[in-house]
């Protein structure tokens, strides 16, 4: 098995007798897999290399940690109650963040009970699949099993994903909902350009009409995923405005690429109601992971028309009631400027400097006199150090190929962590990062690429670059291996420990 670079993805060889030309034809063919068992096997691989550091001691550490304190004891509450407990006056709580995320974890309550497996697992099994989505979205978009397992391999190998997968908080399912939203439009853009080619191959006239309707399933489904998305935490809304944006953008260029009259217009015309479609299935999805609330009468402002002595018809009233709701959220987040020992700002997350604390003990026995157990939320640093200059690579690519995966990668990496910046005086944690993540991963997976260089390249050439690239993706890996104890809350010397803190006071 060879190791491809980035190319367009190995088309079938066209048809001499179809009418549409061999160029149109390649560059409107669906990307299909030359091995498709081996591809799912080396999946499979990376997924469970992946799954074993994730459930490997997942009981580790002990009791609550972090914001485990609020939300496995929130979705406790969910189970028992529909909505969100208040203990003190036996009725539902203020809480600051959609109910998914908690319903997710709820989940994994319900199956296995109210401990430290119970309430994490369903947070590693969210990473799990997301290795797993991203492993088969980098294969789909660079045409390389090897690469798709390198953008797996990285993802597994990263602290902040790993941590998160380990621990009940709302970001990892954030995270998954939107990496397969992405994936999903990727598949509806192939979908469609199947649709004209196979039009196109009848006949069809594009500057004349269109091909016959064909219900985009995909589309349906990645609108779905970001309503899912938005029931977890509502920095979602950034992606959804780039989902928006890529589906007309590729919609526009596919009408460009076919020859029709007036693609801009065309593509307005024809997917103005599709777009409205996707926000609206994204809120009726958003409305329903509500459903707790709406259920019940104990939530939060549930019956805040009544409560204010206004009229509250049956369904509009609910609506109305969980519209103040959300203001009165909105307004909180807004002025959420409280100082905490391991906050953060935007520009810090992508050069790792000011990571979080999630469990710290210093009462552990390691056989030394001074001992530490730790679990820090740190990126693997070489791994992040890395995503810098691979940004910059991939905006090259971008610029210099016109190539529309360099630009999607690059948007839904600015969508994790740009929008973050138009908020100077929140309070803010370098895990809002982790919906960027995979995007990074994937910029820095196509620098790899790059770096082996082209199928035409010559033996030599791809030989070096296949070695250079090797070489950093094992750089990672060690460094991973080197930060595994403090990830993971093992038990050490406190010099142990403090070796592995490299940026001194800006890591503790």
């Known amino acids: 098995m060879s ?5 367009a993805p190995v088309r079938p060889p066209a048809d001499p007798t179809d009418p549409v030309p061999a160029r149109l034809r390649a560059r409107l063919s669906p990307w299909r897999p030359t091995n ?6 080396i999946a499979g691989l990376v997924t469970a290399f992946g799954a074993a550091l994730r459930l490997v001691g997942l009981t580790h550490p ?11 004891q929130d979705a406790k509450q969910l189970l028992d109650h529909g909505v969100e407990w208040d203990v003190e006056t036996a009725n539902g709580s203020y809480v600051a963040h959609p109910p998914l995320g908690k319903w997710c974890i709820a989940l994994g309550e319900w199956l296995f009970g109210y401990d430290e497996f119970g309430w994490r697992i369903s947070s590693a099994v969210a990473g799990i699949i997301s290795i797993l989505l991203i492993t088969l979205l980098a294969r789909r978009l660079t045409g390389s099993t090897v690469l798709g397992a390198v953008a797996g391999l990285l993802v597994s190998m990263d602290g902040m994903h790993l941590v998160l997968s380990r621990t009940a908080l709302l970001d990892i399912f954030l995270m998954l909902f939107l990496l397969a939203a992405f994936y999903c439009l990727v598949l509806d853009r192939e979908s469609r350009r199947s649709r004209w080619l196979a039009a196109l191959s009848s006949g069809l006239d594009p500057t004349k009409k269109s091909p016959p309707f064909q219900f985009p399933w995909w589309r349906v489904a990645a609108a779905v995923l970001s309503g899912c998305a938005m029931g977890v935490k509502w920095s979602a ?5 780039l989902f928006l944006i890529l589906i007309f953008v590729w919609e526009w260029q596919l009408r460009r690429l076919v020859g029709t009259r007036t693609p801009i217009l065309d593509a307005l015309v024809t997917e103005i109601g599709w777009l409205f479609t996707f926000g609206i299935v994204s809120i009726l999805t958003y409305l329903a992971t509500w459903t707790g609330w709406f259920a019940t009468d104990n939530g939060y402002f549930r019956h805040w028309l009544a409560d204010s002595g206004s009229s509250e018809p049956p369904v509009l009233g609910a609506l109305v009631n969980l519209w103040h709701y959300h203001t009165d959220v909105l307004s909180f987040h807004d002025g959420l400027s409280s100082p905490h020992t391991y906050q953060s700002w935007p520009w810090q997350w992508i050069l790792d400097i000011r ?3 999630f469990f710290w003990s210093s009462d552990v026995d390691c056989g030394a006199p001074e001992c530490a157990s730790e679990v820090l939320l740190l990126g693997t640093p070489l791994l992040w150090w890395a995503f810098i200059p691979a940004l910059i690579a991939l905006v090259w690519w971008g610029l210099s190929n016109r190539d529309w995966r360099a630009w999607a990668i690059f948007g839904a990496a600015f969508a994790g962590i740009a929008p973050w910046l138009l908020y100077p005086d929140r309070t803010m944690f370098s895990f809002y990062a982790l919906p960027a993540v995979p995007f990074l991963v994937l910029a820095l997976t196509v620098t790899l690429g790059l770096i082996i260089g082209p199928r035409t390249a010559t033996p030599e050439r791809r030989l070096s670059g296949s070695l250079i690239a090797a070489g950093i993706v094992i750089l990672i890996a060690l460094c991973f291996a080197y930060f595994w104890p403090l990830y993971t809350g093992q038990i050490m010397t406190n010099d142990d420990w403090h070796a592995r803190i490299w940026l001194e006071d800006r890591w503790i």
């Not at 498709?36 to 096997?41: D, S």
């Not at 002990?62 to 496995?72: P, S």
């Not at 809304?237 to 405005?241: C, H, M, R, T, V």
């Open 3 to 7: 190791a491809a670079a980035v190319d």
């Open 36 to 41: 498709r068992l081996q591809g799912w096997l």
């Open 62 to 72: 002990k009791g609550l940690i972090f914001d485990e304190v609020y939300y496995a």
């Open 237 to 241: 809304l950034w992606f959804i405005i």
């Open 355 to 357: 990571p979080v604390v």
